[in-house]
């Protein structure tokens, strides 16, 4: 059995200034995505001009900051909200949706692909395998944070989170890290290694996601104020994963089905 290392939440302290290792997570996951996009953009025949990406990143952040948090509140906190109109404007107290954040993404890629003149699933495609390692930065930081813990097990790294009692639970966080994080972006970095017809990398990474995020929360705790959300065992980030199972491989489908009513080889 293993015990949380109980991490400071603070990484930098500068007298008054404080930087926490949630936040520091972000910058790592936002610096990857630009340091990948760079080189996605140096590739032969990606149409693509390394300045762009810095500009590009600046719309995803909106996105993924404000998507993150409004969908927070509206799948997570509404009773909250409710309560308390204020709430969301509280960043520093944490609670950040990934679901949120892709549909933040979502309008930010189409403000972006409207703006540069490239269309939506262009810009789609080029971001799809740079979003992964934030992911995997963003789950160790539940990590360090010793939140979003997973169930009791019995397995012999199961983990005790002391705010969570004294039964050894799954270390979820670092199970999504591994696939979310790491599996998700080798899987899309080989795959768009190579020219693939428009919209099959977007697909791809809502199938996989999906399955991956779907898949760990069996091992996740539901959140408490929420429980199970249906059929009695079923999870709201599962529920909220469903949708993008069902749209990934739709979109595979209409890439290939297209590319081969075209001729395309």
């Avoid at 495609?125 to 160790?140: S, T």
């Avoid at 998700?184 to 080989?190: D, Q, R, V």
């Avoid at 059929?231 to 069902?246: C, D, I, N, R």
Wanted: glycine share 14%.
């Amino acid at each position: 059995m293993l015990r949380h290392p109980a991490f400071d939440p603070v990484a930098i302290e500068i007298g008054p200034l404080e930087v926490r290792w949630y936040g520091l997570m972000y910058v790592l996951g936002f610096l990857s995505a630009w340091w990948l996009g760079r080189r996605r953009a140096a590739r032969a025949g990606s149409g693509w001009e390394a300045a762009e990406v810095g500009d590009l990143l600046v719309y995803v952040a909106f996105g993924v900051i404000l998507g993150g948090r409004l969908g927070y509140v509206l799948f997570y906190g509404l009773q909250a909200f409710l309560a308390d109109p204020l709430m969301p404007l509280r960043i520093w107290e944490g609670g950040m949706s990934f679901h949120g954040g892709l549909l933040g993404v979502i309008v930010a890629l189409w403000l972006y692909g409207r703006r540069s003149g490239r269309g939506f699933w262009a810009v789609a495609d080029f971001c799809a395998p740079l979003v992964p390692p934030g992911l995997f930065f963003g789950r160790l930081g539940n990590f360090i944070n010793g939140e979003l813990w997973g169930r009791p097990t019995a397995l012999p790294w199961g983990m005790v989170f002391p705010p969570a009692g004294p039964e050894p639970r799954h270390p979820s966080q670092l199970y999504e890290a591994a696939l979310e994080g790491l599996a998700l972006f080798a899987a899309l970095w080989w795959f768009t290694a190579r020219p693939r017809p428009r919209m099959a990398a977007s697909g791809l990474f809502l199938l996989l996601y999906g399955l991956f995020r779907f898949l760990v929360e069996f091992a996740r705790e539901p959140d408490r104020h929420l429980g199970f959300v249906a059929f009695g065992w079923m999870t709201m980030g599962q529920l909220l994963s469903l949708p993008m199972v069902a749209a990934g491989a739709g979109l595979l489908w209409c890439a290939y089905a297209r590319r081969g009513a075209a001729g395309e080889r």
